[in-house]
């Protein structure tokens, strides 16, 4: 199994990507071999080469046995201006400057626009239903989701869910008609709305109960 490595704890060295005609009209072994000196070089983009001269270079490198092929290389570098040899010790040429150069906030943007795109890319996470794939917004729609579910729960005494839109209760129909009023023409119940009713008492007109309360 590949080692791990803890990326925040590694030093790294920038690359620049910019193709000048210079650099185009490098050798493919000058330019490897410059990738592979600022690999090696310390945080002033220096490597010491002892008594060796310029042919430590393929010792520090690992690869003595390349120097041949190395040696036209490293005077390619040499003669473009990319290093210097010095006193058995080779000097990248502004290290310092282009490792510790900082960026604009239009370059920040784009590099942190990229970063977050290639982690999406990146990602094992997939939205199978969006056709794009897009992670971020399978995440907001998850959160959304967990929100609502949050926001409509029951209470522990059995009260309506909280935020949940309950109807209000309505009165019956039927309470809501004026009680009969007693007329005394007719003896009979009336509501409001003119609408008969049969009466509670005993039955016949109101002249039959008189007359029958004389004769008793």
Excluded at 30 to 55: E, N, Q, S, T, W
Excluded at 117 to 143: C, L
Excluded at 153 to 181: F, I, N, R
């Amino acid at each position: 199994m590949a080692l791990r490595l803890h990326w925040p704890d590694e030093r790294y060295v920038r690359v620049y990507q910019r193709d000048t005609p210079d650099w185009l009209a490098l050798s493919f072994d000058a330019k490897a071999l410059y990738v592979l000196i600022l690999h090696k070089a310390d945080r002033r983009g220096r490597i010491a080469l002892g008594r060796l001269g310029r042919k430590g270079v393929a010792v520090v490198l690992g690869h003595v046995d390349l120097w041949p092929r190395f040696e036209p290389a490293l005077a390619d570098l040499e003669a473009d201006g990319c290093i210097r040899v010095e006193g058995g010790v080779l000097a990248v040429a502004e290290f310092v400057e282009a490792q510790e150069a900082v960026s604009s906030g239009k370059a920040r943007q784009a590099k942190l626009r990229a970063a977050q795109k290639a982690r999406d890319e990146a990602s094992p996470e997939r939205d199978e239903a969006s056709p794009s794939g897009d992670v971020s917004s399978t995440k907001r729609d998850a959160r959304v989701q967990h929100s609502t579910v949050r926001t409509v729960q029951h209470g522990t005494d059995g009260t309506d869910p909280v935020g949940a839109s309950v109807p209000s209760k309505q009165k019956d129909p039927s309470s809501l008609v004026d009680p009969p009023v007693l007329t005394a023409r007719t003896g009979s119940q009336e509501s409001k709305e003119g609408k008969k009713q049969t009466p509670r008492g005993p039955k016949g007109t109101l002249a039959d109960i008189v007359r029958g309360a004389k004769e008793g």
